[in-house]
Every structure is written in C-alpha cells, then in structure tokens.
C-alpha cells in the first residue's frame, strides 16, 4: 500500500472547500462547473457534514468524498451510507487518500447507525470499480435500471 505523505490530513466538510472541489473536478473532468459543486455541497452540509470528508495537504484540499446516511430508499428500511461522489487531484492519486477519506466516513456512519455502505458506478471506468474493489464494495442485490428518453420529442426512447 502506498504510503501517506506527512502533512496529510481529513477532516469534514466546509463550505469553504467549495472552490477546492470544483478545481479538482475541473482537473479530473476537464470541465468547469462550480453551479454543480455549490448545489452538491449545500446539500451535504444541510444533511450531515460529519459523513463527507476532504483531505488536505499542506492546508490545501486534495481530495474529497461526499456521503449520507439513509433509510426508506428502494425499499429499503436499513439505514445504509451512500457515497455519491469523490475525487482525488491528480497528483495526489496513489497516496492512499481515498482509502483515508473511506475509513474517516465509514466510521462516522457505523456510529450514526448504518448497516452497509453503497455507491454507483459505470462498470465501464475500470480505475473507479477497481478502487471501489479494493475497499470493500461487490456486487449488490440491488440493481440500477434506467430509460433512456428521447431529447427532442419528450417520448421515451428505445
């Protein structure tokens, strides 16, 4: 396992790290959208901050993982965590970060009562299920669907 660089540490969540956020995103992406990141970030902040960690280096933010405990979702009464979105700057990958934002939350949500931890993602981005792998995550009885619906017309698609 790659060690963490000294200076390294997490901590919850702060609206100041908004603009951290979106120039990471931006690095990954590529894209610009700091409308997306504040609208994110409001709604973890309003929720519980204590479940969404940022890591930072040298007091700058270097990554982050945005999480929530809930329950009566899909049918489901267990309270359960759900990370929904994370991201590490690029020349900070392979540090064992997003291990260390994973560890901080999963101990925030066993004490707030969750039973499991859950995410999405594209099983196509092989980097972001083989991360996922290695902490844990498998294959869940649940199953993703979606419809996909045609943009001109309003009509459903194939």
Excluded: N
């Amino acid at each position: 396992m790659p060690e963490v660089q000294p200076g390294v540490r997490v901590r919850p969540l702060d609206e100041l790290d908004i603009g951290a956020i979106v120039r990471i995103d931006e690095r990954i992406t590529g894209i610009y959208r700091p409308e997306v990141w504040e609208q994110r970030v409001g709604y973890y902040l309003r929720r519980d901050p204590e479940a969404c960690r940022v890591a930072e280096a040298d007091g700058k933010v270097v990554g982050f993982m945005l999480a929530d405990l809930r329950a009566g979702e899909f049918g489901l009464e267990e309270p359960g965590g759900w990370i929904e979105r994370f991201g590490i700057d690029p020349d900070w990958r392979g540090r064992d970060l997003g291990r260390l934002l994973f560890e901080a939350i999963v101990a925030h949500l066993k004490a707030a009562g969750a039973a499991t931890v859950r995410t999405l993602a594209d099983r196509d981005d092989t980097r972001i299920t083989g991360f996922l792998e290695k902490l844990g995550f498998a294959p869940s009885r649940l199953q993703a669907l979606e419809i996909r619906l045609a943009e001109s017309s309003g009509e459903q698609g194939p």
